[in-house]
């Protein structure tokens, strides 16, 4: 049976992620994602009223052209998980395949939220949720399973296309983690069965190859920030933190270590609602007294409240570890709401910059103005959500896949895992293969 690997985004950057599988005449899309820093190098950008192509052109969303060389028709779009990169793209491109957004239910959530929020283009795709451990049909030869994995937000899973010529294992994003926070543990398990069975293709995710040992657990970044918090337990001013608003396990850290150290949690933020809310709508565990404030006027009179009452009785949880223009911490550095630093006031951000040059930049500033105003910066409180080096080793020994497409970075960025998979007897141009945004790789005939 034929099977062709269109690699449309994310294969030139972090970011704008999208792969399509074709087994014969069905093909398969995985993530439509966004490359968020294409966006905020302009100002006053509001992609939900863009046109697809004008979004194209900025190199923002997947340039999906190349989906005209594929003969066959679409049968599922996938996003593995509910970051922007993997999502942000749906309302933008999802309308122009016949077929449904299937994803696991965090994640089709964040879906609906994405298309109720899209201005430009009515998507009317059915959406359709589907649990780690499940399998669906695609065509007649074909089934779709999903294998859970853990990453920086709750979710994610790997999914499985299994054909007559093998698995071809889409890998984007993960971490190998024993022990998260609230999910189960990276199922292993299930990837070493895969192993056995004969995995054709495996695409990768390649973002931190090139860093040394394995990626933390969550668990091990919880316990830094619980030793962070309880350092701060006899300080009567202010203490902010930020963390990815999706970080739904570390902000539910967060609000827990706030009450342990004697202070009410807030979070403040579009995003920290949209994330913290619809995870409580499903069933993980968000205090239902917990105070969330998206919208500006209930977040001014938070901040008012909060200068009121005390800074000490608090702990406000805010979007901005980025350093983004608009986002809360950047406007509370610059001045621009009721809350007020002092000499002394700790900022926690319980995230790392992404390594992009607009992140750098923006966080840079960021911490400047905090720092003109007093505020004493407490970093990288924080894991990754994907493998480092160690990890890359343990699955390619688990699955043993015939093919090998690294994802997931720059050309550059590639040859930490090129070395890696080399390593393990992969040779570029035969069973490794390096792909740029917009080429088919076949691999069966």
Not at 283 to 297: A, Q, S, W
Request: proline share 4%.
């Amino acid at each position: 049976m034929e099977i062709e690997i269109a690699t449309i985004g994310g294969y030139e950057e972090v970011g704008r992620n999208m792969t399509a599988v074709r087994v014969g005449d069905d093909i398969v899309v995985f993530d439509m994602g966004l490359n968020l820093s294409q966006v905020l190098i302009h100002d006053d950008v509001r992609t939900e009223q863009m046109h697809s192509l004008d979004l194209i052109d900025m190199g923002a969303i997947p340039d999906d052209r190349v989906m005209s060389e594929l003969e066959g028709d679409v049968k599922a779009i996938v996003p593995t998980h509910g970051h922007l990169d993997h999502i942000g793209a749906i309302g933008k491109l999802a309308h122009r395949y016949d077929a449904p957004v299937v994803g696991s239910p965090f994640t089709i959530e964040l879906v609906r939220q994405e298309i109720e929020d899209e201005s430009k283009f009515d998507v009317d795709n059915d959406l359709i949720k589907m649990e780690a451990g499940e399998t669906m049909d695609i065509g007649d030869e074909v089934e779709m399973e999903f294998v859970h994995v853990t990453h920086s937000i709750v979710g994610a899973v790997s999914p499985v296309l299994h054909t007559p010529e093998g698995a071809v294992v889409y890998g984007l994003d993960k971490r190998i983690d024993h022990d998260p926070v609230l999910e189960d543990p990276f199922d292993m398990e299930r990837f070493r069965e895969l192993g056995d069975e004969g995995v054709l293709a495996y695409i990768e995710d390649c973002t931190n190859a090139g860093r040394k040992g394995r990626t933390p657990s969550e668990s091990v970044a919880r316990k830094h920030l619980h030793d962070t918090l309880k350092s701060f337990e006899d300080y009567t001013g202010g203490i902010v933190a930020t963390t990815f608003s999706s970080h739904v396990s570390r902000v539910s850290s967060l609000v827990e270590f706030a009450k342990e150290i004697g202070r009410k949690p807030i979070l403040l933020g579009r995003s920290m609602e949209k994330y913290t809310n619809t995870a409580r709508d499903l069933g993980y565990p968000i205090p239902d007294d917990l105070e969330i404030y998206g919208h500006r006027r209930s977040r001014e009179r938070a901040f008012k409240r909060i200068m009121n009452e005390g800074k000490g009785n608090f702990l406000p949880v805010v979007t901005g570890h980025q350093g983004e223009p608009r986002a809360m911490l950047t406007r509370m550095a610059r001045g621009e709401t009721p809350f007020q630093f002092d000499d002394g006031d700790k900022v926690v951000f319980s995230a790392r910059v992404i390594p992009e040059p607009t992140n750098e930049g923006q966080r840079y500033a960021a911490e400047r103005l905090l720092k003109m105003q007093g505020a004493r910066i407490y970093d990288e409180i924080h894991v990754s959500g994907h493998l480092r080096e160690e990890g890359h080793y343990q699955m390619l020994d688990a699955i043993r896949p015939d093919n090998v497409i690294p994802s997931h970075q720059s050309l550059g960025g590639y040859a930490p895992y090129v070395d890696l998979a080399e390593s393990q007897g992969y040779t570029v141009g035969e069973d490794l293969h390096i792909s740029r945004n917009g080429n088919v790789i076949q691999l069966t005939e």
